[in-house]
C-alpha cells in the first residue's frame, strides 16, 4: 500500500521555522521525484519545491528561495522541506506528491495549472504563520 505521510506543520509566528517531513512507503523511493506543494485558503494549489530522484536536482518557487531548502533521505524514504524565516504568505495545507518522472513532477512543479498529475499524494499538513 502507498503511503505519503506529511508531519511537522503547525501554528508559529513570522520569521520562525518549521521542518516539514514527507513519510514515504509503498514504492521503490529512489526511483521517484518529490515535491511539495500548497493551498491556501480560497487559493489555487501551487508548487512550493521538487527534488529529482537524483539530488542536487531541485527547484524552488521565487517567494521562498533561500528561506526554504528540500532535501531526500532515500535510507528512510523520506523528503524534507525546511522551512525558515516563514512569513503570513507562508499558510496554507502543504502536500507532497511523488512521481517516476522527474520532468512531470518539475512540469507540475513550475506550472500548477497543468494537466499533469503526480502518481501519488500525501493528506496534507496544515502550516499557519502569524504576523
Known amino acids: 500500500q502507498v503511503q505519503l505521510v506529511e508531519s511537522g506543520g503547525g501554528l508559529v509566528h513570522s520569521g520562525e521555522s518549521l521542518r516539514l517531513s514527507c513519510e514515504t512507503s509503498g514504492f521503490t523511493f529512489g526511483y521517484y521525484a518529490i515535491g511539495w506543494f500548497r493551498q491556501a485558503p480560497g487559493k489555487e494549489r501551487e508548487g512550493v519545491s521538487c527534488i529529482g530522484s537524483s539530488d542536487p536536482n531541485s527547484w524552488y518557487e521565487d517567494s521562498v528561495k533561500g528561506r526554504f531548502s528540500i532535501s531526500r533521505d532515500n535510507a528512510k524514504k523520506t523528503v524534507y522541506l525546511q522551512m525558515n524565516n516563514l512569513k503570513p504568505e507562508d499558510t496554507g495545507v502543504y502536500y507532497c506528491?511523488?512521481?517516476?518522472?522527474?520532468?512531470?513532477?518539475?512540469?507540475?512543479?513550475?506550472?500548477?495549472?497543468?494537466?499533469?498529475?503526480?502518481?501519488?499524494w500525501g493528506q496534507g499538513t496544515q502550516v499557519t504563520v502569524s504576523s
Open positions: 506528491a511523488a512521481d517516476l518522472s522527474d520532468q512531470l513532477l518539475f512540469t507540475l512543479c513550475k506550472s500548477p495549472k497543468s494537466p499533469l498529475q503526480a502518481k501519488y
